[in-house]
């Protein structure tokens, strides 16, 4: 199983900017296909962004695409999250997530490993 340390959360007024990372350790990282969700109070699990092992193509929620770009540092074992032109409604705990294999999943339950969770609050 993989380790996932986020960072970067925190409080930003609409329309700023957040970056957030996510620290992997493990064995397996260099083979998980990686990804963050988030979760707004009383509501579920969002899918917000994943990209594969190879950090080829990249793969987002219909609400995030254009705002949002994934990333990854294999050799930092790190995955970035870049949050551009945030609104209220970005407001949620992120979870970074990874799952061993090739292929990105758009399913919270396809994927083994997560992370603690980052806050962030979005002002209008």
Do not use: H
Request: aromatic share 10%; glycine share 14%; with cysteine.
């Amino acid at each position: 199983q993989v380790q996932l340390v986020e960072s970067g959360g925190g409080l930003v007024q609409a329309g700023g900017s957040l970056r957030l990372s996510c620290a992997a350790s493990g064995r397996t990282v260099s083979r998980c296909a990686m990804g963050w969700f988030r979760q707004a109070p009383g509501k579920g699990r969002e899918f917000v962004a994943a990209i594969p092992w190879s950090g080829g193509s990249t793969y987002y929620g219909d609400s995030v695409k254009g705002r949002f770009t994934i990333s990854r540092d294999n050799a930092k074992n790190t995955v970035y999250l870049q949050m551009n032109s945030l609104k209220a409604e970005d407001t949620a705990v992120y979870y970074c997530v990874a799952r061993l294999g090739l292929w990105i999943s758009m399913q919270s339950g396809d994927y083994d490993s997560w992370g603690q969770g980052t806050q962030v609050t979005v002002s209008s």
